[in-house]
């Protein structure tokens, strides 16, 4: 079974605070993803990568960067914390070419900025 | 005007009740439709893919394209309590989009029993 872990549940942070968001996929996928996910606007595409230290802008990219230095691991950084940005992040996985580029979803880190 | 349209509900029904579940979108470009199932404080999960314009049935559930009309229908028989969840529609067009999901808002499905 393919896994999707996030580092945290559940995340408090204050405003102008820098926020480590960290994603792990142990199937060895080439695409990894991140969204955030608010009421009635469903999911948003923040950053994709496609390979080890590629990355390509989503739709909402402003404020946040990513990270991907290793092929399992992506990370989302808020380089500083704002109140707007308290959502629920959901990370994801795809290998092209199977299912239909099938994605796999993390169970998600609520983050609160106060 | 967003490119994927889906009415958020939330929708409420009676256990055995059939449930349907529709998206709009503007994007002709659209080749690649999923439905997404998402419970209670967890991530999303595929249900059902389909390719183009057609039927694809598994189970209790039937997914529809008409690209004619921009219009993806999501259909549940006999629905039951443990498909109170949120339903997500996506889409994505081919070629080298590396998978990028194109997501509807979701709709909200409680069915009580």
């Known amino acids: 079974d393919v896994k999707v872990t996030q580092s945290s549940r559940y995340l408090v942070k204050r405003t102008g605070e820098k926020v480590f968001l960290e994603c792990v996929q142990d199937?060895?996928?080439?695409?990894m993803f991140w969204y955030r996910q608010d009421p009635g606007l469903g999911l948003r595409l923040i950053y994709f990568s496609y390979d080890v230290k590629m990355k390509e802008k989503g739709d909402i990219p402003e404020g946040y960067s990513v990270s991907r230095e290793k092929k399992e691991r992506f990370s989302l950084i808020l380089e500083s914390a704002s109140t707007n940005q308290t959502s629920m992040y959901l990370c994801?996985?795809?290998?092209?070419?199977?299912?239909?580029?099938?994605?796999?979803f993390g169970p998600g880190t609520r983050l609160t900025v106060l | 005007q967003k490119e994927v349209e889906q009415d958020p509900g939330p929708l409420s029904v009676p256990e055995g009740a059939i449930v349907s579940l529709n998206c709009t979108y503007s994007?002709?470009?659209?080749?690649?439709f999923m439905w997404y199932r998402q419970y209670s404080r967890k991530g999303p999960e595929l249900l059902m893919y389909t390719y183009s314009s057609g039927n694809k049935e598994d189970g209790r559930f039937t997914a529809q394209v008409d690209k004619s009309s921009k219009y993806i229908s999501l259909f549940i028989r006999d629905s039951q309590p443990s498909d109170s969840a949120t339903y997500l529609c996506a889409m994505r067009a081919g070629g080298t989009s590396y998978g990028k999901l194109t997501f509807g808002q979701g709709t909200i499905l409680t069915v009580h029993p």
């Open positions: 199937m060895d996928h080439e695409n």
């Open positions: 994801a996985s795809s290998l092209p070419g199977t299912r239909n580029n099938e994605q796999f």
């Open positions: 994007n002709s470009a659209f080749q690649y």
